[in-house]
Each structure stands twice: as structure tokens, then as C-alpha cells.
């Protein structure tokens, strides 16, 4: 059996690796435009910075390809016949499948909505290899150290792509960005406002919301998290739409916004990511209008023999969404379950409960359970404790049973908060076991709710 | 103190002198020569006169003391937004001071030996010969065969060998202060862990084996010349090669090059005999289920050259006898999925598979 599968990433990489411990003889092949290795998406801001060389956020040892047998392909796959079940390359030779698995992710959303975006230089986004490539050269043209050669002749520029290189400001100018700007009150643009302030710059945060991170934080919540940008040197400006990109020389150099004018000459935009399937036009596998790849539980799409998981398939999530779940160990947990319906088993990819966790700036946030839903008849307790530990707490609660947790500024043990939601725990009962679900490192003070604040919901109960 | 884990770290492979670039070599070089001189000429008694500090040794523990205080402030400068961090730092640079260099140095004026209290067998090779025995005050004596062969051991069952490696020794010291910029160069590939695991049992071997022939002889008073001889020649080469080259010259010497743990990871007979006590004991590394993003911080900094993410994305908790538990890979861990912990491991925790799923 031939297994090709599209994307070198998580989920892609996940699924050969399952394939391959459970069945030695079949042929295995990946095919990416991005990378030749395995490397953590997520951790691509801490190579911006210099946190780590490039080689240290690549999971596996080099050799892993070779020990797994598994073959890559460096390629753009420009199109799929699914009746010869054939893909043809954007170089070599067609490539032709039994079973096929497309994981090929995600892409930053693009903003042609905002004339000068396809125009200007100096304007780009932060997700891919190529991304990372064109923003060090924009921040740091010439310091860095232990950067490898990459090898870029397969990458198709001109086209539009995720994976084109974009020609920087600098390449031009020969200036480094002094003022950038970034656009979208979301994690990837916190983490690359985090890389500028580690450059030694000022950015300006632009955010269409009235607070950061709606999705996630409430306005006490994000207020702190403006309040440590701004400590930071950040700009923060909320309640800003962008309206048009303005240029000297085909260099970015004005963002024109309801608000006025901002002068900026870098602007990194992080709106969110939508899936990279545009190239699936007309090969007949059913999308969603988001650009999802339709799957049912096994992750088969509409097609015979061809699967889709990770960032670029749409999954039914544990309130009875149907979209991409753009997370990192949904995206490893997808492709073990895509491997196991290849290979023949009964298995469905059910989702459990939503949780996450992230740290933004210095501050840890841990999420559980319906936070920010908006479900009918919830209420909130919240409790913001300003000791040797800053934190916020809220937790969320119907009908007298806990829903949600929200955490900022100490590390909590998800896999505790999940089983409290399980088990329908009350909210007196869950303030007062609340230190069980603490993940703190050692020597670091328990939480301590005054009496003041817990006292109307242990009378109650 | 508030600035973030990640502004600590972030300009690290942005300064070249913390990536093998020429200055990081030209340090190790001024660093092997340093301990060159210092081993095997006289060149620093005359200054150590001069500054009434009585040898060369007295000398070098003062240099020592004020390279792990500096060392201590650039290290709290990066790493110190954690409370952890903070008193791990403090204790250890303050035994250092006070145990290696200020008490040694006092213990002679009142007519005592002058003897380093935070020193034990097999790291301190010779402290199990009878005759050293002999020449200690009783109470020494006593502290030096119990330090070494029941607290030592007791203590890293209970707490890990961290209580001694990352809180007391005088070599962790040094490695966590003055060593810190270069700690992300340790490697953590599987040929590395591989020679540290056959380096590391081969110099505690040889540590039993100097000690016992030495002991042997001594005490059964076996004269034969042969014997004599052989046993002089074991006890002199591990003390050559063990104590001055591995741990001196190449373990400090090649901080800017392999990272601050060279003799720790793979020399150290002490750092040996208490990762096989830590791994029967209750000291571990939690791994928080499906949280690990694999970004690799974990891996990157520790110090040791463990590969923490292949543990943490295969949510497996665990223990390494070779972790001395600096806690950093806990700090950076931009997910919180790590803990470390000592205690009795619950039901839940015993569940313990293999070893790590990428180890191929």
C-alpha cells in the first residue's frame, strides 16, 4: 500500500509515524512546499526572538525520515485526481496514491481588503518558514547566528501562497524596520509584538476589538495584559479598524485607520489562519465555506481513500461546531485517528471538552470548559488576587455547576479542572478544593480566596 | 521583578559569544590555560601571598567565590522571576561561600584542619582512604563516611539528587552562575546521552575501584610491592586524570563550548551514585497530559542534555538520573506542562510506561 500524505507537519508527520509503527511494509510519502523537517509551528516566534536556533525546535532527530522509511517529497501539490488517484507536483514527477491524507494546514488569513496589501513591501505575516524568513530580514538583517542555509529552488514564488517568499523592505532600503506595527489582537500577534520588544523595538498594536483577545479574556482579564504591554513600551491602540495601506517606493509607510493616520514602515498582520485548500477548487472534495475540508468522524472526506486532518479539516467540536480545530495536540491526535481509518480500523475522532493554555508576556493563562460562550443563564465569579502572586480567577457556573475556568497568572492542571466538569462539581464545592488543580512551581504561595470573596457561595451552598 | 521568562532568554542566540562563535572559543582557551597554570605551576602562590590568603588554593576559592556571585546576579537577572530559581541560587552560592572558601579558610587559625564541608566521596576521591580518616579529628571523620554513605545517598531519595547537584555542590554552583549564558549548548542527541551513560558508570567504577585498592591495602597493611605499586598507580592516574583533567580543565574549561555541565553529565562519579539512588527515589518530572506543544524550550535549556520534550509531548512523566534538577525547563515551559515534584508518587502517577516514544 502507498500512503501519500500532503504536509510535513503535526498532523501530517503524526499520522506517518502511526501508520508506520503499525504496519512495517507499506510506502509512506510526505509531500511539502514548507520544509524538508518536522519542526513546531509554535515555537517559530522563539527562533524570531533567539530564544532558539532553528535545529531546536525540530521535534525529532534528523535521521527519523530514514529510520521510518519514510520518503519525502519537496514539492507544491498543485492538483488531485481522486478517479486516477493521482497528484501532480509544481516539480518532478506525479505522484500516485492508494490512500491519500491531506494535512496541509493552515494559511494566514490575507487582507486584500485593505487596498496596498499585495502591493507594498514591508508587509507580511507571521505562520510560515518563508514568513519567519522575511520578518528576520525586516528586524535583524544581519545578527543572527546559527541560522541555516535554507534551500528555497522548489518554493514557487510570484504565485500566491503561503510558502512564496515575500521580498522585504530591507532587500530595498537596506534599513531595518524602526517602527513597526501589528495587526490583530490575537496569541500570534502578542507573540510577535513579544519578538519586536526583544529587537529592541517599540511596535504599535493595532486592535480591531474593544479589548485583546475577545475570544478568550474578559475586559479584566485582557485589561492586565494591555496594562503589561504598555510596562512593555508596546503601543496599544483598541477600537482601531484599517482601513488602507499607504507607500514611499513601494515601501509600506502609512497605515490610514478610522482613527487617523499611523506612520509605520513594518506591518505583520496576524487576523487568524484559515485552511490552506484552495487548490482543491476542482478536485471534488467537499469543503465548507471556510475553506474546511468536510470529514465525517473516521476524518474521511467525501471521496474514497482520501482523509483529511488538522488544521485544514473541519471536525465536529464538543458543543456541535463543525470547523477547523486549530490546536496543536488536536492537530497530533487527528493524525494518529487519520492513520488508524487508513489502515482499516473502526475508529472516530471524538473531541472532548475544550481546554488550552498559553502565556502571554509573562502572565500563564489556562482555559477550561465554556469560557467566553455566552451560554444562557451562566453567571461568573471571579477573584483577582494581588499578592506575591498576581492572578485572576474566573470560573463560570449554571445553575449552581461549574462550566468554565479561566486562569491568569499561575499554571493550573487542566486534566483536574476537566474531571471537576465531568463531575458536575458545584461551585462552593470547586472554590475550596480549588489549590488540588494548582500546577504552580515549587515554593510559589497557594492561592488564598479571602473569606469576603467565597462567602456568599458557601453560605449558599 | 517582573520581566518575563521568554526576556530573560530571548537574546540568547543573538550574542556570540554564547554560540561557539571565536570570542566563545578564545574564552574556553583563557579558561584551559587558567587551569593549566593553576594545577601545574606555582605562578599563583606568589599572589595568593601577597593577598595573605596562605596557597594558590585559598586563591582559587576566592576566585571561585567571586565568579559564582557574579555569575548569581546575571543568573537572577535572567531567570529570577521564579521563586524557585531564587532560592536554589541563593543556597547554593551562599554554602559555596561560606562552606568552600570562608570556613576552610577559618578552621586553620583555631587549630583545626582545614576542610571542606560540602564535599563528599566518591566526589572528593580520597576522602575514604584510611589514612585521609586517620588525619581527620574524630568528628570529621565521622561526618565524612556518614555524609558519605547514608545522608547523601537518603537525602536524594527523598528530594532527588537536585538537594546536593543544584543546591550544594561547588561545581553546580559555578556551572548555574558563571556557567548560565552557555547553558542551551549542552547537547541533547541520543549519541550524546549514549557516551554520558557509558562515561559517566566508568568513572564511578573507577572511583570504587581507586578507593577499595587503596583501602585494601592500607588496611590490611598488604605490602607486596607489586600491589603496592598498582594500587599507588590506580589512586594517582584517577586523581590525574579524574580530578584535574575532567573535572578542571575540561569541565569548567569548555563551559563557551559544550555548555556548563560537561563533568556533571559525564564525569562526575558523585552525580553517578546519586541518579542511580534518584531513580529509585521519589523525585520526578510531571508531565501535564496533551498540553506540550513540542516547541522544545524544555530541551534547549537544560542544562543536562535531556530531551524533556520528547518526555513531555508523549505526556510521560519521569525520571532521569541524570537531571539535577535546576528547574529551568519547568520555568520555560511557555504551556506550564512541567512540574517538579518529591513525593510519594499517587496511585495515578504510577502508571509510568517505557522509555520515550521518539527515542527510535
Same mark, same amino acid.
Given at each position: 500500500m502507498h500512503v501519500a500524505i500532503i504536509g510535513n507537519g503535526v498532523a501530517g508527520m503524526e499520522a506517518a509515524m502511526s501508520l508506520r509503527s503499525r504496519d512495517a511494509d507499506c510506502r509512506i510519502t510526505l509531500i511539502s512546499e514548507e520544509s524538508d523537517h518536522f519542526f513546531s509551528r509554535t515555537a517559530l516566534m522563539y527562533v524570531m526572538s533567539g530564544q532558539m536556533a532553528y535545529k531546536d525546535i525540530e521535534p525529532l532527530e534528523r535521521d527519523a525520515y530514514e529510520n521510518l522509511r519514510l520518503r519525502r517529497v519537496r514539492a507544491r501539490v498543485t492538483g488531485l485526481d481522486t478517479a486516477a488517484k493521482q497528484l501532480t507536483l509544481s516539480q518532478g514527477e506525479p505522484i500516485t496514491y492508494d490512500k491519500l491524507l491531506i494535512a496541509c494546514g493552515s494559511r494566514p488569513r490575507p487582507? &486584500?481588503?485593505? &487596498?496596498?496589501y499585495s502591493e507594498l513591501k514591508g508587509i507580511g505575516h507571521f505562520v510560515t518558514l518563508q514568513d519567519l524568513e522575511w520578518l528576520e530580514q525586516e528586524i535583524h538583517p544581519d545578527n543572527g547566528y546559527d541560522r541555516p542555509e535554507r534551500e528555497w529552488e522548489h518554493v514557487v514564488d510570484g504565485v500566491d501562497s503561503p510558502y512564496a517568499r515575500r521580498p522585504s523592505t530591507f532587500s530595498q532600503t537596506g534599513n531595518r524596520a524602526k517602527k513597526p506595527t501589528v495587526i490583530g489582537g490575537g496569541l500570534i500577534g502578542v507573540e510577535v509584538i513579544e519578538t519586536m520588544l526583544a529587537a529592541g523595538l517599540n511596535p504599535r498594536f493595532l486592535i480591531r476589538e474593544e479589548w485583546f483577545w475577545p475570544i478568550a479574556l474578559d475586559t479584566r482579564e485582557s485589561a492586565w495584559i494591555a496594562e503589561r504591554l504598555r510596562e512593555h513600551g508596546v503601543i496599544v491602540n483598541l477600537e482601531e479598524n484599517v482601513e488602507e495601506f499607504e507607500g514611499e517606493h513601494g515601501n509600506v509607510a502609512r497605515i490610514l485607520t478610522d482613527r487617523g493616520t499611523r506612520e509605520t514602515d513594518l506591518v505583520v498582520i496576524a487576523i487568524g489562519v484559515v485552511p490552506n485548500t484552495d487548490w482543491l477548487a476542482d478536485s471534488g472534495i467537499e469543503r465548507d465555506k471556510g475553506g474546511g475540508i468536510l470529514v465525517d468522524k473516521s476524518l474521511?472526506?467525501?471521496?474514497?481513500d482520501v482523509y483529511a486532518c488538522g488544521d485544514c479539516a473541519s471536525v465536529e467540536w464538543f458543543n456541535g461546531w463543525v470547523r477547523p480545530e486549530q490546536l496543536w495536540y488536536t492537530g497530533r491526535d487527528q493524525g494518529r485517528i487519520a492513520a488508524r481509518a487508513i489502515l482499516g480500523d473502526a475508529v472516530e475522532y471524538s473531541r472532548g471538552t475544550w481546554y488550552n493554555s498559553a502565556k502571554l508576556m509573562d502572565i500563564e493563562y489556562t482555559t477550561a470548559g465554556l469560557v467566553n460562550m455566552r451560554v444562557e443563564g451562566e453567571q461568573t465569579w471571579f477573584y483577582e488576587e494581588r499578592g506575591t502572586v498576581r492572578s485572576t480567577t474566573r470560573i463560570i457556573h449554571k445553575d449552581g455547576r461549574v462550566i468554565g475556568f479561566n486562569f491568569l497568572g499561575r499554571r493550573w492542571d487542566h486534566e483536574v479542572c476537566l474531571r471537576w466538569l465531568d463531575e458536575r462539581r458545584p461551585l462552593s464545592w470547586v472554590l475550596e478544593h480549588l489549590n488540588e488543580a494548582r500546577f504552580d512551581t515549587e515554593f510559589v504561595p497557594p492561592l488564598v480566596i479571602p473569606y469576603d470573596a467565597s462567602r456568599d457561595v458557601i453560605q449558599g451552598a | 521583578m517582573h520581566l518575563q521568562a521568554q526576556q530573560g532568554l530571548m537574546h540568547t542566540y543573538r550574542q556570540r559569544w554564547r554560540t561557539r562563535g571565536p570570542s566563545a572559543y578564545l574564552m574556553s582557551a583563557i579558561l584551559i590555560g587558567f587551569y593549566i597554570t593553576l594545577y601545574w605551576?606555582?605562578? $599563583?602562590e606568589q599572589p595568593a601571598q601577597q593577598l595573605g590568603l596562605g596557597n594558590k588554593w585559598m586563591l582559587y576559592g576566592l576566585l571561585y567565590s567571586v565568579f559564582m556571585i557574579i555569575g548569581g546576579l546575571y543568573y537572577l537577572r535572567h531567570h529570577g522571576n521564579s521563586r524557585y530559581n531564587q532560592l536554589r541560587i541563593a543556597t547554593n552560592v551562599t554554602i559555596q561561600v561560606l562552606l568552600g572558601f570562608t570556613l576552610p579558610f577559618i578552621m586553620p587559625m583555631f587549630g583545626h584542619p582545614a576542610f571542606y564541608?560540602?564535599? $563528599?566521596w566518591p566526589l572528593k576521591y580520597d576522602y575514604l582512604y584510611p589514612h585521609t580518616l586517620q588525619a581527620l579529628p574524630v568528628y570529621l571523620a565521622v561526618y565524612t563516611v556518614v555524609g558519605a554513605l547514608v545522608v547523601a545517598p537518603a537525602l536524594a531519595i527523598f528530594t532527588g539528587k537536585r538537594w546536593y547537584?543544584?543546591?550544594?555542590c561547588g561545581c553546580g554552583a559555578l556551572a548555574n552562575t558563571f556557567g548560565d549564558p552557555w547553558r542551551h549548548l549542552t547537547s541533547s542527541t541520543s549519541q550524546s546521552w549514549r557516551f554520558e551513560k557509558y562515561a559517566i558508570h566508568t568513572v564511578l567504577f573507577l572511583a570504587f575501584t581507586s578507593t577499595a585498592m587503596v583501602g585494601i591495602g592500607e588496611m590490611l597493611e598488604f605490602k607486596a610491592a607489586w600491589y603496592a605499586g598498582l594500587a599507588s598507580s590506580v589512586k594517582s592516574w584517577y586523581g590525574f586524570v579524574v580530578?584535574?583533567?575532567?573535572?578542571?580543565v575540561v569541565g569548567t574549561g569548555l563551559y563557551p563550548v559544550l555548555g556548563p555541565r560537561v563533568w556533571c553529565r559525564n564525569f562526575c562519579p558523585m552525580a553517578a551514585l546519586l541518579g542511580i539512588t534518584q531513580k529509585a527515589g521519589r523525585f520526578r518530572i510531571r508531565v501535564k497530559k496533551d498540553m506540550c506543544i513540542s516547541c522544545g524550550n524544555c530541551t534547549t535549556y537544560c542544562e543536562m542534555g535531556i530531551d524533556v520534550r520528547s518526555y513531555a509531548q508523549s505526556n510521560q512523566t519521569f525520571t532521569r538520573s541524570s537531571c539535577v534538577g535546576c528547574g529551568m525547563c519547568a520555568h520555560v515551559c511557555p504551556r506550564g506542562v512541567l512540574r517538579l515534584e518529591s513525593s510519594w508518587p499517587q496511585a495515578a502517577d504510577k502508571v509510568r510506561q517505557g522509555i520515550a516514544a521518539v527515542d527510535f
Open positions: 487582507a &486584500p481588503f485593505w &487596498p496596498g474521511k472526506t467525501n471521496v474514497d | 605551576t606555582d605562578f $599563583f564541608f560540602s564535599y $563528599f547537584c543544584s543546591w550544594v580530578g584535574l583533567i575532567l573535572a578542571g
